[in-house]
């Protein structure tokens, strides 16, 4: 499948070798998230958001130099806000390696619910539970 950007036709590719690598460094990424930088106010609530939290480690990612990129999000099953995103390798100027999916999970509460899995959902990482702020008082 070929996609134009920026005016180079880029080949996108499905493919897991770099699943393991893209894993410990989303997670890693995760795990430093502060909880106030992706809590949107909503319903009374500051609730986890998961576009917020995508970004989030995005900028993590791009801070320490990595070749990682968000590609498109589709809804996933389940109770809340479930989403699921191509997690993009660009180590190579001419094509987008997908390999893998970031899954975000906002349950009816405050918090959001973050894993990875490789294309086909077979294998997954451990759940990082990111808790918003919760209700004002």
Excluded: W
Excluded at 105 to 120: P, R
């Amino acid at each position: 499948m070929l996609i134009e950007q920026k005016g180079h036709n880029m080949r996108r590719v499905y493919d897991d070798t770099m699943y393991d690598t893209a894993k410990g460094q989303i997670i890693r990424a995760l795990q430093h998230i502060n909880p106030k930088d992706v809590s949107r106010y909503s319903y009374y609530m500051h609730r986890a958001n998961a576009s917020m939290i995508r970004n989030a480690v995005l900028m993590i990612l791009n801070a320490n130099g990595t070749k990682y990129a968000f590609g498109k999000t589709e809804h996933a099953n389940g109770i809340g806000n479930n989403n699921a995103t191509e997690i993009i390798y660009l180590g190579n100027p001419n094509e987008q390696q997908i390999c893998g999916l970031f899954h975000c999970n906002e349950d009816l509460g405050s918090s959001a619910f973050c894993y990875v899995t490789d294309i086909d959902e077979k294998r997954k990482s451990d759940t990082i539970t990111i808790r918003g702020m919760g209700c004002d008082g």
